[in-house]
């Protein structure tokens, strides 16, 4: 997942209030009438940006467009970011547009220094402090999932006292999420994007979860990221599947729509839907196709890989 950026509020589209005018509109339903709608299977979440040169750079003119396209979901890793106002604006439109609102990230991220893993109190404080105020950003913008990244390896403390101090750590959040019925989704990433994470496979973060044993934490399963690290993303799947709360995809290699690389998605996507998965499956990759063009092409990949 690429949330580098996530924090840097100030180069967070405020810009985007802005109404996108007629223009916009035009330029959208043009495109829409080309592309149709949809009526997906699974509640596929695009994220802002996906789709600006169809429906403009204005926030809510892209909502407007995913939801013409036949999307029912919305995933922003930045939210926490947004302006509050601009985050009422987000909440208002989704309403209005009968669509969820998907994962965002609700905590400072650490991908070159130990945090979670170190036992470290001041680590331990700011984490707990971000998770409470990210409660009251999920209330705003009526989400029930954020992400958790548990950050770097501590080099200087064995694995088992390393996940000792996560476990605690998401015990306390956990105990912060339970009485708002919201719940962290914890996201194994893969070591070639991610070197040195603490956290990168699904049975892992299964283990994790389950000694946890809260509702309020759970996994985030973005099967990208498990392709790379151990594949056997069915198996793994079903062994962790009462640990699962949340899907996140992109194709492989390249980190692109559906249909762009080796994991079969049509069969996946049938196997969750067989399951009875109704939560939400993020879109988090790119385009691989640039402008208005590659935009249609990411609708019609998902139209594809949903025929089940």
Known sequence: MQRRSFLKSSAVVTGAIV??????????????????KHQFKLKYAPHFGMFKHSAGDDLLDQLQFMADAGFTAMEDNGMKGREISMQE???????????????????????????????????????????????????RVNARWMTVVPGFVDLRKDMGYQTANVINTLRRASAILEPHELTMVLEPLNFRDHPGL???????GYQICRAVDSPACKILDDLYHQQIHEGNLIPNMDLAWDEIAYFQVGDNPGRKE????????LNVFKHIHEKGFTGIVGMEHGNSVKGKEGELAVIEAYAKVDQF
């Open 258 to 265: 559906p249909t762009t690389g080796e994991i079969n998605y």
């Open 198 to 204: 603490f956290l990168n496979k699904i049975p892992q």
């Open 89 to 139: 604006k987000i909440a208002g439109k989704m309403a209005n547009l009968g669509m969820e609102m998907g994962v965002f990230v609700a905590h400072t991220i650490y991908w070159k220094e130990p945090s979670l893993t170190s036992g470290n109190m001041e680590k331990l404080d700011q984490f707990l402090k971000e998770i409470k105020e990210s409660v009251e950003v999920a209330k």
């Open 19 to 36: 109404t996108g005018g007629m223009a916009h509109a035009s330029a959208a339903s043009s495109a829409m009438s080309s592309a149709g």
